[in-house]
């Protein structure tokens, strides 16, 4: 079973309502993010490290935006 925390912030990368090229991004943190949850310890630094990577794929989404 997925913590709180976790399942809070796995919500913010799902991507089906991106346009195809933004997907292909926001697919590869998805992918991290779901792999950290799976095999990392839950606590503080999991959450943290999530947050961060939910920061980074956003960053990276708006660089493809003109």
Not at 2 to 15: G, N, T, V
Not at 31 to 59: F, H, I, Y
Request: glycine share 4%; proline share 6%; with cysteine.
């Amino acid at each position: 079973m997925i913590d709180e925390p976790a399942a809070r912030l796995l919500k913010f990368f799902q991507y089906a309502h991106l346009p195809d090229h933004l997907q292909k991004i926001s697919a590869e943190f998805k992918d991290l993010a779901e792999w950290s949850v799976e095999n990392v310890q839950p606590g503080a630094e999991r959450t943290v490290g999530l947050r961060k990577l939910l920061e980074a794929k956003d960053c990276m989404v708006r660089a493809q935006l003109p």
